[in-house]
């Protein structure tokens, strides 16, 4: 038994549509699938599940692939490695008409649409995991003397430290009034404290850009991700009304013979 592949037309009802596998006709009249497609841009053979068929792309993809490939048409296949690729241009076209140049923020986003990654992540983990000793002591320093407990024990220290040197019950004065020596511990310990100060708030300015730049990522894809959502749907309910009108003329059709 020989097999002829065979070429429907485009009206005719063996004709692969959208979402359904083409097939061969052998010489008993049966129907065999067939297991490859060709992509029309690249030209290579692909699985039919490894393909997209023309009227399951959305116009907006499909008028990009038509741009540069004229056989892009009804009844044409596509590959998804290419459309993912077409995908991708038509989100870096749309992002760079509405904000000009990309940056890399924006061009991971387009990267985590096509791939399906994800670009929420837990700010300031990775920044956390590369901080160096000092860096870490300046956080632990900062938070501890921006906490009740350093106020409450250094106002402790500072009443003990002037009762002691006044009233002299535990030794002779060594610093007696007007306290030199502790007006020289208490500038020392703030010029100390500004700038261990000044680091961790730095550290922080940049989870907090960190931050800020995840959840722009996350808004941006969420606005690519409901846009083409909605496309989508819009696309699918033209072809439902399409459908529904030419079903609506044959049934006329068929009542008119019928009378």
């Known amino acids: 038994m020989s097999i002829v592949p065979e070429r429907p037309g485009r009206g005719s009802p063996d004709a692969p549509q959208a979402g359904s ?16 497609v060709a992509c029309v841009i690249c030209g290579q053979p692909v699985t039919f599940d490894q393909a997209v ?11 990009l692939l038509a741009r540069d490939h004229p056989a892009w048409r009804e009844g044409a296949w596509i590959c998804r490695r290419d459309l993912d690729e077409y995908r991708r241009r038509y989100i870096t076209e749309l ?3 509405a904000i000009g140049e990309l940056g890399p923020l924006e061009r991971e986003v387009i990267e985590s649409i096509t791939t399906g990654d994800l670009v929420t992540e837990v700010a300031g983990t990775a920044y956390d995991a590369q901080a160096s000793f000092g860096e870490r002591m300046a ?3 900062s938070a501890f003397g921006g906490s009740w407990g ?10 003990l430290w002037m009762i002691l040197n006044v009233t002299g019950w ?20 703030a010029a100390i404290q500004a700038p261990i100060i000044i680091m961790s708030q730095r550290r922080l300015e940049a989870k907090d850009r960190l931050r800020a730049e995840n959840d722009y990522q996350v808004n941006l894809k969420a ?9 989508k749907i819009d696309y699918q309910l033209t072809q439902h009304i399409a459908r529904l009108e030419r ?11 019928l009378h």
């Open 53 to 63: 068929a023309y009227a399951a792309v959305r116009p907006t993809v499909s008028a």
């Open 139 to 141: 956080d632990r320093m």
């Open 95 to 97: 992002l760079t008409s």
């Open 21 to 36: 596998a083409p097939s061969r006709r052998d010489d008993t009249g049966g129907t065999l699938p067939v297991p490859d």
């Open 247 to 257: 079903l609506e003329q044959l049934q006329a059709e068929v009542l008119a013979r």
């Open 150 to 159: 350093f106020i409450l024990s250094f106002c402790a220290i500072c009443t």
């Open 223 to 231: 606005e690519l991700e409901v846009r083409q959502i909605h496309e």
């Open 170 to 189: 535990l030794f002779v004065p060594f610093d007696p009034y007007p306290f030199i020596l502790l007006n020289l511990a208490l500038s020392t310990l």
